[in-house]
T-cell receptor, first 117, second 113 residues
């Protein structure tokens, strides 16, 4: 079974600074997808970024980028120019890439990000 | 395009009762997955439906069930509620199973007294 580990329960960053959230995962599969979701106090899960394991290039979405290290099974999220609105719980998630299989996401325990002035 | 909608948003029940939660996926999405979120267990997969068929089920007792209708709307039912069923229930939809990204609804917060 796949597992996802987020070792940082809480992180804090000053506005306009950069912060990196860590995520490691364990799988025996070669084809899979990794995601970062954000959950603000409203509790709505919002997709931040997605990475396909077969792609060597790290995904980026505006101020959000990932450092995907497949051999090390590491998938960290970097938030640049942090804004107050980035304050939320961040979840790392894994999904198998086997075609036709269920879309089950396996989540980490989350990292609560605080953004200070 | 409207996002995933879930009704009701909040619900209070007592032990032993049953509850039905509803999820309407994004238009055109055919796969619906359900997750339970609690402070103690985190986010756990309940089940997934595609084309009115359950494709996968998480490690939950038989009291948890679901179904999907021909318009892709989905319902989940919890019978004989227990205190431990208090949670945020999240629904997510995707175009198809497999490679598609899941988009989440706002959730239904269930409190069992």
């Amino acid at each position: 079974a796949q597992t996802v580990t987020q070792s940082q329960p809480e992180m804090s960053v000053q506005e306009a600074e950069t912060v990196t959230l860590s995520c490691t995962y364990d799988t025996s599969e070669s084809d899979y997808y990794l995601f970062w979701y954000k959950q603000p106090p409203s509790r709505q899960m919002i997709l931040v970024i997605r990475q396909e394991a077969y792609k060597q290039q790290n995904a980026t979405e505006n101020r959000f980028s990932v450092n995907f290290q497949k051999a090390a099974k590491s998938f960290s999220l970097k938030i640049s120019d942090s804004q107050l609105g980035d304050a939320a719980m961040y979840f790392c998630a894994y999904r198998s890439g086997h075609t036709g299989t269920a879309s089950k996401l396996t989540f980490g325990t989350g990292t609560r990000l605080q953004v200070t002035l | 395009k409207a996002g995933v909608t879930q009704t009701p948003r909040y619900l209070i029940k007592t032990r032993g009762q049953q509850v039905t939660l509803s999820c309407s996926p994004i238009s055109g999405h055919r796969s619906v997955s359900w997750y339970q979120q609690t402070p103690g267990q985190g986010l756990q997969f309940l089940f997934e439906y595609f084309s009115e068929t359950q494709r996968n089920k998480g490690n939950f007792p038989g009291r948890f069930s679901g179904r999907q209708f021909s318009n892709s709307r989905s319902e989940m039912n919890v019978s004989t509620l227990e205190l431990g069923d208090s949670a945020l229930y999240l629904c997510a939809s995707s175009l198809n199973v497999g490679q598609e990204t899941q988009y989440f609804g706002p959730g239904t917060r269930l409190l069992v007294l």
